[in-house]
């Protein structure tokens, strides 16, 4: 398998959502393929794909696990680990983030101060999710508290 394309695959595959989080929120494109979670949950069988084929067949760390930090190291010391790890992180950010957009259209939260929040969480996952945390409670549409409203 060809991991460098793969991990191109997978960069590109997220571009779509974000690109609809941030710039189409209302559109119903937009919710029914990423704020109803179908976005991040088609990728998440990607990733437990790409998951199976390393722990069971063959292609993953001999030693990898998560354990112990040698055993996730040598997770992350093949290719097929590095890919799988992405994914997830890639998975995560886009779950989060399709969150902060459900929950900032239910509360009434300006979609403008949501903009910044939605690229943090891209790049730097729980980084947006503090920042929207903190501008939902600064500007009173919603406390500390992640509880659903």
């Known amino acids: 398998m060809n991991y460098e394309l793969g991990f191109s695959l997978v960069n590109a595959s997220v571009m779509p959502a974000w690109f609809l989080l941030i710039v189409l929120p209302n559109w119903s494109i937009t919710k029914t393929l ?13 990733y437990v794909i790409g998951l199976g084929f390393a722990v069971f067949g063959g292609i993953g760390a001999e030693d990898g696990g998560f354990t112990t930090i040698a055993a996730v190291r040598a997770l992350f ?11 997830h992180y890639l998975v995560f950010d886009l779950f989060v983030g399709a969150w902060e957009a459900r929950d900032a259209q239910r509360r009434g939260f300006s979609h403008w101060l949501l903009i910044p929040c939605l690229v943090l969480t891209f790049v730097a996952g729980p980084f947006g999710l503090l920042l929207y945390v903190i501008l939902r409670a600064a500007t009173k549409k919603g406390g500390w508290s992640l509880a659903e409203a």
Not at 34 to 46: D, H, K, R
Not at 80 to 85: D, Y
Request: no cysteine.
């Open 34 to 46: 990423v704020q109803s979670m179908l976005y991040p949950l088609i990728l998440g069988l990607a």
């Open 77 to 87: 010391s093949t290719d097929i680990g590095i890919l799988i790890g992405w994914t």
